[in-house]
């Protein structure tokens, strides 16, 4: 099993960085792709960032490109998600998530394990 645990969410003023980690343990974590989703009150979770076990293919929402960027560590066990220019509408729990299998990247059905979560609050 592979167990996820998100840090590093907090308050920011619209236009702030925020840095995420997911750390990871499991001995086949190299071998899983990763995701970041997030879910806000009031709305279903939906997809944000994805990036392949070698790190070499990432994938975003249209609503974060170009402005969040995700990365991983492998032999840190560590998935990062760096937020910049952050809007209100960023504002939501963001679950770190693996997926044992490479498929799309974008539905949340295609993973297997979900960290716990971290509170990213963007005030205006």
């Known amino acids: 099993q592979v167990q996820l645990v998100e840090s590093g969410g907090g308050l920011v003023q619209a236009g702030g960085s925020l840095r995420l980690s997911c750390a990871a343990s499991?001995?086949?974590?190299?071998?899983?792709?990763m995701g970041w989703f997030r879910q806000a009150p009031g709305k279903e979770r939906e997809f944000v960032a994805h990036?392949?076990?070698?790190?070499?293919?990432?994938l975003y929402a249209d609503s974060v490109k170009g402005r969040f960027t995700i990365s991983r560590d492998n032999a840190k066990n560590t998935v990062i998600l760096q937020m910049n220019s952050l809007k209100p509408e960023d504002t939501a729990v963001y679950y770190c998530?693996?997926?044992?299998?490479?498929?799309?990247?974008?539905?949340?059905?295609?993973?297997?394990?979900w960290g716990q979560g971290t509170q990213v609050t963007v005030s205006s």
């Open positions: 998530a693996a997926d044992r299998d490479e498929s799309t990247g974008w539905s949340l059905y295609e993973y297997d394990y």
């Open positions: 990036i392949s076990w070698s790190g070499r293919s990432t």
């Open positions: 499991g001995r086949t974590f190299s071998r899983y792709a």
